[in-house]
């Protein structure tokens, strides 16, 4: 797995991640989330509400990876959303989904 599924469950451990539609939707709507990852096999409808939600709150997203590897990188069950809280967390996750894309090019 790539590192940044190393750095997702890096920010489990430090309770900076919040997993799941439901925790990932009110982490938004109240502010706290700062980076929202969306898996490329989520559904469409699940990619729909949350790019959408995300925009109107001004949270940036990211389709990445699958909903398998989220949940083995946090060591809960398949996941389809991930958000990240912290300000750190969630720069050093987004230069590294912008490499690892990069490097699949």
Same mark, same amino acid.
């Not at 489990?12 to 925790?23: F, H, L, P, W």
């Not at 898996?39 to 949270?59: C, G, I, M, P, W």
């Not at 990240?84 to 050093?92: L, P, Q, S």
């Given at each position: ?10 920010? =489990? =451990?430090a ?13 938004v $709507? $109240? ?9 490329? *096999?989520?559904?469409?409808? %699940?990619? =729909?509400?949350?790019?959408?939600l ?13 909903? *398998? ?15 990240? %809280?912290? $300000? ?5 996750? $987004? ?11």
């Amino acid at each position: 797995m790539s590192k940044v599924y190393n750095y997702l469950g890096l920010a =489990r =451990r430090a309770g900076k991640i919040v997993s799941g539609e439901g925790a990932a939707e009110s982490g938004v $709507r $109240r502010g706290q989330v700062l980076l929202l990852l969306i898996a490329e *096999d989520a559904s469409a409808n %699940t990619y =729909r509400k949350f790019s959408s939600l995300a925009q109107n709150h001004n949270v940036s997203f990211l389709v990445y990876g699958e909903k *398998d590897h989220f949940g083995q990188a946090i060591g809960q069950s398949p996941r389809a959303v991930l958000g990240v %809280t912290d $300000r750190n967390f969630a720069n050093v996750i $987004r230069e590294q989904v912008k490499g690892s894309v990069q490097e699949k090019n």
